[in-house]
C-alpha cells in the first residue's frame, strides 16, 4: 500500500491495533493488555518483558494474553501501532484544504517530532533499546519494510506538492526523505531539557520544521 492521505495511515494502524473498545469485553481486555506492554516495555526493555509480566500487569491469566496475541514481539508491534494511533491528534488539521502544501509539510516535521518525543515507548524503539527495534526487523521484515516504503511513498507526496510545479529528481527526493525520517531518531534527545537549551519542546520542533521546510529548494540544474 502506498499512501496518499492521512486517512489510510490511520485506517492501518487501527487495523493493526484491533478491537480496543473498552465497552466490548474482549476490546477491553485486548486494551488493558496493550497498555499493560507499553508500560513494561518502557520500564524494563523488551528482553526483559516477558509474557507472564504483561499478563501479570494487565491482571488476566498467561492464556488470555494468547488469545489476543500469538507472539510477545506481536505485542510489541501492536503497542508501537497503539502509540502512534493514541497521539494521532498532532496532526489535527493536516489536510485541511486550506493549508498550502509547504505548511502541511512543516506541520508534518513537527508532529514527527513531538509524537516521538511525547511518548516514552516510541523514544525507546527509535534510539534508547536496540533490541526493539533488532527484533521486529529481525522478526518482521516484510512488516517492516512495507512500513518504511509506505512511509517513503507519504513523504514522496509531501516533498513532491511542496515544491510544485518544480520537480525532484528519484534521488533528490529520496535523499530527503530520508533525512526526513531520520529526524525522528533524534526526537528522543530533545526530551532532556540541556540540549533544547531553554526551549520548548514544541519550540524546538516548530523551529526544526521551519529549518527543513525554509531551506528547501529543488537545485538549478540549468546551472549544472
Avoid at 499478563?55 to 501492536?78: E, Q
Avoid at 502541511?104 to 534510539?127: D, E, F, G
Amino acid at each position: 500500500m502506498n499512501f496518499e492521505s492521512l486517512a489510510e495511515m490511520r485506517a492501518v494502524l487501527e487495523d493493526a491495533v484491533g478491537d480496543i473498545d473498552p465497552e466490548s469485553s474482549k476490546g477491553k481486555k485486548r486494551l488493558k493488555i496493550i497498555e499493560a506492554a507499553v508500560g513494561l516495555f518502557v520500564a524494563h526493555g523488551y528482553r526483559k518483558t516477558s509474557i507472564d509480566d504483561i499478563a501479570r500487569a494487565a491482571g488476566i491469566a498467561k492464556g488470555t494474553v494468547y488469545l489476543y496475541f500469538t507472539t510477545k514481539l506481536d505485542v510489541l508491534y501492536v503497542a508501537c501501532a497503539y502509540e502512534k494511533l493514541r497521539l494521532f491528534a498532532l496532526l489535527d488539521g493536516f489536510e485541511a484544504p486550506t493549508l498550502d502544501a509547504r505548511e502541511r509539510l512543516r506541520q508534518w516535521v513537527r508532529a514527527s517530532i513531538l509524537m516521538v518525543a511525547a511518548s516514552p515507548l516510541l523514544t525507546r524503539a527509535s534510539a534508547g533499546d536496540p533490541d526493539m527495534l533488532a527484533a521486529l526487523v529481525e522478526a518482521m521484515p516484510e512488516r517492516v519494510g512495507q512500513a518504511m516504503a509506505d512511509a517513503n511513498s507519504f513523504m514522496g507526496h509531501l516533498l513532491d506538492a511542496a515544491v510544485a510545479p518544480a520537480q525532484w529528481t528519484d534521488e533528490e527526493r529520496h535523499a530527503r526523505s530520508v533525512v526526513l525520517q531520520a529526524l525522528t531518531r533524534f526526537a528522543p534527545l530533545v526530551r532532556d531539557d540541556p540540549l533544547r537549551q531553554g526551549l520548548s519542546i514544541e519550540q524546538f520542533a516548530e523551529t526544526l520544521a521551519d529549518v527543513f521546510v525554509d531551506g528547501m529548494r529543488v537545485p538549478d540544474r540549468a546551472r549544472a
